[in-house]
């Protein structure tokens, strides 16, 4: 996996794919996925 702070967000993509798809974030979305990481919404086990 590879992950790239752009200047609008994170871009995610597969290294082992480097020409396939590619998920982008906002950083309303990164900072809503690290809350409910910290808040415990999702499970980790």
Do not use: I, N
Request: a negative charge; one cysteine or more; aromatic letters at 6%.
């Amino acid at each position: 996996m590879e992950v790239a702070r752009l200047r609008d967000g994170l871009a995610v993509r597969d290294s082992k794919e480097p020409r396939g798809p590619r998920l982008m974030f906002t950083p309303l979305e990164c900072e809503a996925f690290a809350e409910g990481v910290k808040g415990g919404e999702f499970d980790l086990s």
